[in-house]
Each structure stands twice: as C-alpha cells, then as structure tokens.
C-alpha cells in the first residue's frame, strides 16, 4: 500500500513539476521574442529597456511586464498574439487620455 501511495506521490510530483517546467520555458522565450521585437521592429535599444518580466495568468494566458529607463514608474503590457503579433495591453486607456506615455503604440491611440 505504501509503494502505491509514493507512487502516485512521485507520479504527481513530476507532472506538477512538468507543467511548471513548460511555463517557465515559455515565458523566457516569450521574454526574448519580446526582446527582439522591441529591438528589430520598433527600433529601440537594449539600453533603453530597464526590464522584460513574463507572467502567467488567465486572460491572457502570458503577459510580458515591460519597464522603460526613461519611464520607470510604468509598465507596459504586451501579449503575443497567435504566435505573430505582439499587442500592448496596457496602461489602460483612462491613464492614456490623462497622461503622457512615452511608449504607448501608435495602433491603441487609434
């Protein structure tokens, strides 16, 4: 009865573990296309970036976290959409119409 129940213990343990393994590996490679496209496609630099931080939740399943130097108190919100399209989710739009973002893509402005 005992090797049973460590079986089953160990059996659940490395599916917890895998699942978490996954979503690790995918938000560091989300991080890096991230990464990327703010490099190659809107041209900033590396420097210009303070930090990239993927996070797990429900709706969107993964948000990147992106800090500016120049706008530190601000993070900006983007998910990957159907593996091509990166969308900014965020700030929201009520802080758009009262403040001045540096960073805010031109498509949500529209």
């Given at each position: 009865?005992?090797?049973i129940l460590?079986?089953?213990?160990l059996i659940l343990i490395l599916i917890i573990g895998g699942i978490y393994g996954y979503i690790q590996i995918k938000l560091n490679d989300l991080e890096k296309k991230m990464l990327l496209y703010l490099v190659e496609t809107k041209h900033y630099k590396e420097s210009d970036i303070l930090n990239i931080k993927g996070k797990f939740g429900?709706?969107?399943t993964y948000v990147i976290n992106v800090v500016f130097k120049n706008e530190p108190e601000v993070t900006y919100n983007y998910?990957?959409?159907d593996d091509q399209q990166w969308i900014q989710l965020g700030p929201s739009d009520g802080d758009i119409e009262r403040n001045k973002?540096?960073?805010i893509d031109e498509k949500r402005l529209k």
């Open positions: 009865m005992k090797k460590l079986s089953i213990l429900k709706m969107p998910t990957l959409r973002y540096t960073h």
